[in-house]
């Protein structure tokens, strides 16, 4: 079988605008990005920050209704 790779499918970057091989990184809020493998710890990282922030912001609005 062949080897499967996480940047797979392509496109242009969402970070660097390059046109590159991507991987999707996904929101909670359901909206998705792509990312190329030299932007892919920055893409990581920036999708991790809005997502514990927009969980909060719910948790949030949820406890004051």
Same mark, same amino acid.
């Given at each position: 079988m062949g080897?499967?790779?996480m940047?797979?499918?392509e496109g242009?970057?969402?970070w660097c605008?390059?046109?590159k091989l991507l991987t999707r990184h996904e929101y909670v809020d359901g909206k998705a990005h792509h990312s190329c493998e030299t932007c892919n710890e920055f893409a990581r990282m920036d999708v991790r920050q809005f997502n514990l922030? @927009?969980?909060a912001f719910? @948790?949030?609005q949820?406890?004051?209704q």
């Open positions: 080897e499967k790779t940047f797979s499918v242009i970057c969402d605008k390059q046109p922030a @927009e969980m719910r @948790e949030k949820q406890t004051a």
